[in-house]
């Protein structure tokens, strides 16, 4: 079984430093985006027990972190199809899904299944799986807590809001997963080293001849709410008065 | 003048009614599934057979031309059938939005980095639009005109089945809410966690490790991200880290208190009062307090 994994390399959101009112975006260390790592892990355990290839196809988008490549590669991934150019970068996952739809055809890349995130952990639209599914012409599933592939098809169990959907969908297919999915195993040091020689193909955006909505990006302000931080220690019971009276003052008890 | 298209659920329209409405539309058409009660031009009830998310696709495809702004709920479902939708017509698509204004096009702004940052994008019309509708208040009224349409779709993939989730409580509307992390050691210890919230009057909620990894408590009572947001008087943190993740969950929370026995928990950084103190100890002391107080 082919696989195509799509993973983005984000800004590690946890750690983006704030100055006044702005994020300093820039200043985080570069991660995979979170759920895109269950989806290479998901994507590495079928392999395992099936047999076949896993590529990872990146679009760089934002930042670029050569070792964190290494890591994606290094989780089980056989090659790396890696997308550039100045014009892919910013809000626009029509733009993500076109361009990886004509990289793969372009490159050759067969698959039977592609795996992606719900969302990627810095925009979370999760459009673009969808989009890159009615580019592809193929089958779609998104949301995908629990997933079983057999011969030609995969039973999957969507996670929504109020509840489950079972669904049976004909591969090839296109399935976005969430964190529920499984697991991310990290890999050593060693193999991080050794990822390093796995094959990587570059593709680059000018070749791609892409075409897309416009989208611009008016501004991006942090979002800040002012809380008291007051530190308050000391006997138990002591402080457990002290919860009381706040508790008190705010009319709950 | 603004022609609106809107589609969604049952439980979403009313307040995306009043999302569409918000914009003045010169006409609002409105595609549902079931009979609504809902201030549109026009109410088409789509008769959708499993109701998969792939004839949905196909049937909004062939009704959308025409519209300036297709509107539609930002639940999981509709943020795939949006997607799907503008990826065929080749239009502008925006998720998740939390506010949009009409300016040469639609400016919107939207969350970003798990609630670290919103971020305001422009685009043209037409455009699809995925919308958060928790700031709108429903709108009822009467249709204008209805009309069902008949929609035969032979969909790829094969409904095998659909559970509903058991909503056994609605974490949006607790006014006082007690939620656990990862510093409380044991399932029983829930016991003290439940005893407390019940002298409050209190829902328990908790962080995702609690519901997700170890199965404590539902899926449906984790706070964050990918659970409930919430908006209680109070939010009681006990042993809860305080990552970006679970905290963007409670940020509407009038009063943040938390208890962490690491002073330089990232906890404290968003609450108004932490405590710095050992959970096992100050939540008993607690509950002796309160019951000392009510009698
Ligand atoms: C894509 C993604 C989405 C996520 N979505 C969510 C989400 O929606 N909601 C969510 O909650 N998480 C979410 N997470 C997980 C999140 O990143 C954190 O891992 C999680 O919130 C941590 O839970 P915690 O605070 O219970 O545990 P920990 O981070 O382990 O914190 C436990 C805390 O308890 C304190 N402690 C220990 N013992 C005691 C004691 N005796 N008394 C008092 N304090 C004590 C410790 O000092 C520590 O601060 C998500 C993660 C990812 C990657």
Same mark, same amino acid.
């Given at each position: ?85 100045? *014009? #892919?970068?910013?809000?626009? %996952? ?5 361009? !990886?739809?004509?990289? +793969? &055809? /372009? ?99 000018? *070749? #791609?001849?892409?075409?897309? %909505? ?5 501004? !991006?302000?942090?979002? +800040? &709410? /002012? ?27 | ?295």
């Amino acid at each position: 079984m082919d696989i195509v994994a799509c993973v983005k390399l984000v800004y590690d959101e946890t750690q983006i430093p704030l100055s006044g009112d702005q994020l300093l975006i820039e200043e985080a260390p570069v991660k995979i985006s979170d759920m895109d790592k269950n989806a290479l892990e998901e994507a590495v355990r079928i392999k395992e027990e099936k047999g076949g290839t896993v590529t990872v196809v990146l679009v760089v988008t934002g930042p670029f972190d050569e070792t964190i490549l290494k890591e994606a590669l290094a989780m089980g991934a056989d090659r790396a199809l890696i997308i550039e150019g100045d *014009e #892919l970068v910013g809000h626009n %996952p029509f733009r993500t899904a076109q361009a !990886i739809a004509k990289a +793969i &055809k /372009e490159k050759g890349i067969g698959y039977d299944l592609i795996l992606c995130g719900e969302g990627s952990s810095d925009q979370y639209s999760c459009a673009m799986p969808a989009m890159l599914a009615e580019m592809l012409s193929l089958p779609v599933a998104t949301f995908v807590g629990s997933m079983e592939v057999g011969e030609d098809n995969v039973i999957v169990e969507r996670y929504l809001e109020g509840g489950f959907e079972r669904l049976e969908i004909p591969l090839p297919a296109i399935i976005s997963v969430t964190s529920e999915v499984n697991e991310p195993r990290i890999p050593t040091v060693i193999q991080i080293m050794r990822a390093g020689k796995k094959e990587k193909i570059n593709v680059s955006a000018s *070749e #791609l001849n892409l075409s897309y %909505p416009q989208v611009e990006l008016v501004e !991006i302000k942090a979002l +800040i &709410k /002012e809380r008291k931080r007051e530190k308050l220690e000391g006997d138990p019971s002591e402080v457990a008065k002290k919860i009381a009276d706040i508790l008190a003052e705010k009319g709950v008890i | 003048m603004m022609r609106i298209l809107a589609i969604s659920d049952k439980i979403n329209l009313p307040r995306l009614v009043a999302a569409a409405k918000s914009l003045n539309p010169k006409e609002l058409v409105v595609i549902t599934s079931a009979e609504a009660n809902v201030p549109a031009d026009k109410l088409i009830i789509a008769k959708l057979g499993d109701g998969l998310n792939e004839c949905w696709v196909k049937l909004v495809e062939e009704q959308l031309d025409g519209y300036d702004l297709t509107m539609m709920p930002s639940t999981r479902n509709f943020k795939e059938i949006a997607a799907r939708i503008a990826a065929r017509k080749e239009i502008p698509y925006l998720s998740e939005v939390l506010d949009v204004r009409l300016e040469e096009g639609i400016v919107v702004s939207r969350m970003i980095f798990s609630g670290r940052g919103i971020e305001v994008l422009k685009t043209q019309l037409p455009a699809i639009l995925t919308l958060n509708l928790d700031p709108y208040e429903p709108l009822e009224g009467q249709p204008s005109s209805v009309e069902e349409l008949e929609f035969n779709c032979s969909p790829q993939v094969k409904l095998l089945e659909r559970r509903e989730k058991e909503a056994e409580v609605d974490l949006t509307k607790a006014e006082v809410i007690v939620s656990v992390g990862r510093g409380l050691k044991k399932k029983e210890d829930l016991d003290i966690i439940r005893e407390l919230a019940s002298l409050l009057g209190a829902e328990v909620a908790c962080t995702r490790p609690i519901s997700a990894d170890f199965k404590w408590l539902p899926e449906e009572r984790h706070v964050g991200m990918t659970g409930v947001r919430v908006k209680p008087k109070v939010y009681l943190a006990l042993g809860i880290s305080g990552q970006i993740q679970h905290v963007v969950g409670f940020r509407d929370a009038e009063t943040v208190v938390a208890v962490n026995i690491d002073p330089e928990a990232p906890i404290s950084e968003v609450s108004d009062y932490m405590i710095v103190g050992d959970l096992y100890e100050v939540v008993p002391k607690l509950i002796e307090e309160i019951k000392r107080r009510k009698s």
